[in-house]
């Protein structure tokens, strides 16, 4: 019975560590969407500004209300043309960086495990060999 409690103590901490590896990859894939998602719309809408503005002077039109609706559909398509590109170019420079750095994370926990169970260990070791402090 002992053996079985062992293994499945194992297997349970063995589990535990996928799911919290899991967890943090998937928070770096995350991160890297989002971050990509808010750099995409202010590229659409910086877009859509400069468009509008170079419409407007190329035309001689006073305000954007004067740019007739064929035209702000053509910009409107550009722009989003320009999200599109903008979100996938940021994302494949953010999610290898990003699930880099989350992964790093991991490592740097898993040393910081076997600092926690190795420090007591040679404590105990050092005051054994020193002898009893007073």
């Known amino acids: 019975m002992d053996g079985i409690n062992k293994f499945s103590q194992g297997a349970s901490l063995v589990g535990n560590r996928a799911l919290n590896a899991a967890g943090y990859l998937e928070a770096g894939a995350m991160m890297s969407i989002a971050e990509a998602s808010v750099e995409a719309r202010e590229v659409h809408d910086r877009t859509i500004q400069a468009l509008n503005h170079q419409t407007m002077l190329r035309n001689g039109y006073k305000t954007e209300d004067e740019i007739p609706l064929s035209e702000k559909e053509k910009i409107k398509a550009t722009a989003e043309r320009m999200r599109g590109t903008a979100f ?21 926990l898993k040393q910081v495990r ?12 050092q005051r054994v060999r020193d002898g009893p402090t007073t």
């Open 88 to 108: 996938y170019g940021n994302l494949a420079v953010l999610m290898p960086s990003n699930l880099f750095m989350f992964g790093r994370g991991l490592h740097h």
């Open 114 to 125: 076997e600092l926690q169970e190795l420090l007591p260990r040679r404590l105990q070791k």
